[in-house]
């Protein structure tokens, strides 16, 4: 059984940053694509960044040169530092791991950009 657990989403001012972690746990091979998603209230769910087993990355136009993801194969886990963070990016992420052809989701954590 596959689980997906995110952290480090909270309440942070414009301009700030925070690092959103996701792990996996249990009987994994190898994870093919990660990536995160976010949707804010009353909109629908979008790809923020993705990242693949050999390293590739793909942002979303209005997280570019702001966001940057990474993963840890070794730890099964993947990271999202998100500076110059502006109240659009509020939202709940959703990390997602796609392992064997399966995607596999986390809970998601909330992030809230205010001042």
């Known amino acids: 059984q596959v689980q997906i657990v995110e952290s480090g989403g909270g309440l942070v001012q414009p301009g700030g940053s925070l690092r959103l972690s996701c792990a996996a746990s249990?009987?994994?091979?190898?994870?093919?694509?990660m990536g995160w998603y976010r949707q804010a209230p009353g909109k629908r769910s979008e790809l923020v960044a993705s990242?693949?087993?050999?390293?590739?990355?793909n942002y979303a136009d209005s997280v570019k040169g702001r966001f940057t993801i990474s993963r840890d194969d070794a730890k099964k886990m993947m990271n999202l530092q998100m500076n110059s963070l502006r109240p659009e990016d509020t939202a709940v992420y959703y990390c997602?791991?796609?392992?064997?052809?399966?995607?596999?989701w986390g809970q998601g954590t909330q992030v809230t950009v205010s001042s």
């Open positions: 249990g009987s994994i091979f190898s994870i093919q694509v």
């Open positions: 990242i693949t087993t050999g390293g590739t990355t």
């Open positions: 997602q791991m796609r392992i064997l052809g399966v995607e596999y």
